[in-house]
Each structure stands twice: as structure tokens, then as C-alpha cells.
Nanobody, 124 residues
Framework: VQLQASGGGLVQAGASLRLSCVYS????????LGWFRQAPGKEREFVAA??????RIYTADSVKGRFIISRYRNTMTLQMNSLEPEDTAAYFC????????????????????WGQGTLVTVSS
């Protein structure tokens, strides 16, 4: 599985970033997709998920209203607005096999394939 995440960087609080995850292994629409993040010294946590159809999304309470997940063809994006220092983490995209057309997945165990992380650092 080829998942390539990009778009991370160093920004100040209040800024925006747009992360992308590109899939080069076939037809992306077969899979439910998600973003997770892992801050230094902490466990990986769920950020946002989107169904195969693209119509159903779910975001963690910590980023609700600030982060927007979307997908188009073989790319998934995470638009991150009003970034806070607490958003500093490595962000990972993930692909879930065998999902229903409108299913969203929020648990790490539901994803079998992961991209490498892209680091987001938000300074205060």
C-alpha cells in the first residue's frame, strides 16, 4: 500500500495548514479513510474520518469546527485552521479495508494501512 502524506510544517498559532495524503495503490474509493496524530510522549489519537462516499465525516471534539477532512479521487486532505500549540504532532493518514459505503471509522484498530507521518509544529 502506498500512502504518502505531506503538507506539514512550522506555523504560528492561528495559522492554517493543509495536509494531503495521496494513494498510489489502486482505487481509493474502495476504502474508508482517516487522519490520526501523535504528539511527543503521547499515544496516537483520532483526528478525523471520512466514508468511502465522501458524504459522511466525523471529527474529534478537539478539532471540531477547525479541521475539515475531504477526499477527491486518490487524494485525501485535512484542512487545518486556527491552529493551536496543542495541535503539534505527527499526522498520519490511514486506509480502512472492507468498509461500507457510508461507514466512518474512528478507531486505530479499524485501519490496516498507514502512511508515514507529516510533522506539524505550532508555536505560540
Amino acid at each position: 500500500v502506498q500512502l504518502q502524506a505531506s503538507g506539514g510544517g512550522l506555523v504560528q498559532a492561528g495559522a492554517s495548514l493543509r495536509l494531503s495524503c495521496v494513494y498510489s495503490g489502486g482505487t481509493f474509493e474502495y476504502y474508508a479513510l482517516g487522519w490520526f496524530r501523535q504528539a511527543p510522549g503521547k499515544e496516537r489519537e483520532f483526528v478525523a474520518a471520512i466514508s468511502r462516499s465522501g458524504r459522511r465525516i466525523y471529527t474529534a471534539d478537539s478539532v471540531k469546527g477547525r479541521f475539515i477532512i475531504s477526499r477527491y479521487r486518490n487524494t485525501m486532505t485535512l484542512q487545518m485552521n486556527s491552529l493551536e500549540p496543542e495541535d503539534t504532532a505527527a499526522y498520519f493518514c490511514a486506509l480502512g479495508r472492507g468498509a461500507g459505503w457510508e461507514e466512518v471509522r474512528t478507531k486505530e484498530s479499524q485501519y490496516a494501512d498507514w502512511g508515514q507521518g507529516t510533522l506539524v509544529t505550532v508555536s505560540s
